[in-house]
């Protein structure tokens, strides 16, 4: 027991002996690679602004039942923070001063307004967000849903000037907006290139999260071209942000603005370690033609489109899952004028790939209206070259074809793939706009596993298009059990190819 006691003693004085050591050697090299954000700070922040909404309420109205202290833009927030997930913007308490007297005349200084009357309905802050200046001349970029619905926007500069804003134009498809204020030799912020953004490298927000103007939070690039189902592909960071931070520059470590900080994934409300930004060179080209014209001009085709899953490409004889398949054509659109068609899977467009679905709507929006391109399809394990030319969105539009509702169907013996057919009268093909293909009228094994249902339309088995409904079970008498086959289905207004494997055809 002694010799024991005495072991453990030594043992234990020489690990307290090399205590004092280890923080020193731990700190000593991480601590040099880390970086200084100083003096990115101090020369960006100048740049950096806060802007806050308001409405006009009717001076009848009250504020309901709601709490002591508690404004309609506080229950805003509370909805939004308990009730999905929010758009990063927070409303700040009301300031003095902002009943009709808050700011100058269009682009004036603070101060108060001569030429606002006495009378005029008083305002309530609706919201709060960020901003940057883009030209010394005033031109300031944030989100669009900073200042939708806003009656007056109010931007405050670092030196604390506050100035009431002129809406230049929004952009509600990237959630881009730009206003103006009437300044001059204002700080600038120098723009980067988001194309040469690296995963992995610092970067540094700056904005009002919750109002607290002029804060600062850095992280790295998570991921890029992070694809949330909007128009534009993100750059994800794990920079802290949060409500407010809405329309506030992404720094990289040069000092250069490479996004707008737009959105976070939460289900609380508040950062949850996931932000995203656009990226500045989208937000630019938007932002040029806003300043110029208040509107942004894009392309379109007139087509809607799906992704090409692994599946599809398989059966469709694809090298790789990529492009975007095309489920319905606008009559009368350029798509349909250049013979694009249901079931086409577009792999290029203006000689450049389309790697997913979502490539093509930001390749064809890019384009002027009226510029004479080509896009590539696959159809029938062949690549076409078709000339179209672009025609510009007016609004979004699905191609819709006017259908009638079917006859009664007639039942017919399952197939392989456990589907029961009946042939489309001429009429009824006509009113669809298609020209071959059979109707469901019965699924069971393979098709009902993989969703097909009565009513829906066969327009082609692999790379044979179907013609009728005795046609349509030879074809499918002869498939092989051990590959997978594509059925091109129409349901409703859109078209696209259904992966499934046949069973040993019943006799």
């Known amino acids: 027991m002694t010799t024991f006691s005495v072991r453990k003693f030594l043992a234990a004085a020489v690990v307290a002996a090399c205590l004092p050591l280890v923080p020193h050697m731990a700190s000593a090299a ?35 039942g709601l709490p002591p202290g508690m404004d309609d833009g506080d229950m805003s927030e509370f909805f939004r923070r308990f ?37 005029t309905e008083p305002e309530q802050n609706s919201g709060v967000g960020s901003g940057f200046i883009m ?45 103006k204020i009437n300044a001059s030799n204002l700080p600038t912020i120098t723009i980067g290139d988001s ?33 949330t189902g909007d128009y534009l592909p993100f750059i994800q960071t794990d920079v802290a942000v ?9 720094i990289n470590m040069q ?59 398989d059966s469709l004889g694809l090298p790789k899952a990529q492009g975007a398949l095309v489920s319905s054509v606008e009559p009368g659109g350029p798509a349909d004028k250049a013979g694009v068609q249901p079931g086409d899977i577009i792999l290029k467009f203006n000689g450049h790939p389309v790697e997913t679905a979502t490539d093509l709507p930001r390749m064809v929006g890019d384009t002027k209206p009226g510029t004479k391109t080509s896009i590539t399809v696959w159809r029938k394990g062949q690549t076409h070259e078709l000339p179209i030319t672009i025609t510009e969105m007016q609004s979004d539009k699905v191609a819709k074809a006017d259908q009638k509702k079917p006859p009664a169907p007639k039942q017919r013996a399952t197939n392989a793939l456990g589907i029961a057919v009946s042939d489309i009268p001429a009429d009824q093909q006509k009113a669809l706009k298609i020209q071959n293909g059979v109707q469901i009228d019965a699924v069971d094994g393979p098709a009902a596993r993989v969703g097909l249902q009565k009513g829906d339309i066969i327009l082609r088995v692999g790379d044979t298009d179907v013609t009728s409904a005795k046609q349509f079970d030879e ?16 349901r409703g207004d859109n078209t696209q190819f259904v992966p499934i494997r046949p069973r040993t055809a019943q006799k």
């Open 30 to 64: 991480p601590a040099a690679n880390l970086p200084d954000f100083t003096d990115l700070v101090d020369k960006v922040g100048p740049a950096v602004v806060n802007i806050r909404t308001t409405t006009h309420v009717s001076n009848g109205s009250s504020r309901g």
């Open 83 to 119: 009730f999905g997930i929010p758009l990063p913007q927070s409303p700040q308490s009301p300031r003095g001063g902002d009943n009709g007297g808050g700011g100058g005349g269009n682009g004036g200084g603070s101060g108060g307004s001569a030429d606002t009357p006495d009378n």
């Open 135 to 179: 030209s010394a001349d005033g031109y300031v970029m944030t989100n669009a849903h900073v200042v939708d619905d806003a009656d007056t926007i109010y931007v405050t500069l670092t030196d604390k000037r506050e100035f009431k804003a002129k809406l230049i134009g929004v952009d509600d498809r990237t959630d881009v907006a730009v206003v």
């Open 195 to 227: 194309n040469k953004v690296r995963v992995g490298e610092w970067v540094v927000a700056i904005g009002s999260p919750f109002g607290l103007e002029n804060t600062v939070t850095a992280g790295i690039v998570s991921a890029k071209g992070r694809d």
């Open 242 to 250: 949060n409500p407010g931070n809405s329309g506030g520059p992404l």
């Open 255 to 313: 000092g250069e603005v490479i996004g707008i900080n737009s959105q976070i994934y939460s289900r609380t409300g508040g950062f949850m370690g996931i932000s995203f930004a656009i990226p500045i060179d989208e937000a630019m080209r938007v932002a040029d033609q806003l300043k110029s014209s208040g509107k942004v001009v894009r392309g379109r085709i007139a087509v809607a489109i799906g992704e090409v899953t692994k599946d599809v490409a």
């Open 475 to 490: 074809v499918t008498s002869h498939l092989d059990s051990q590959k997978m086959v594509a059925l091109l289905v129409r």
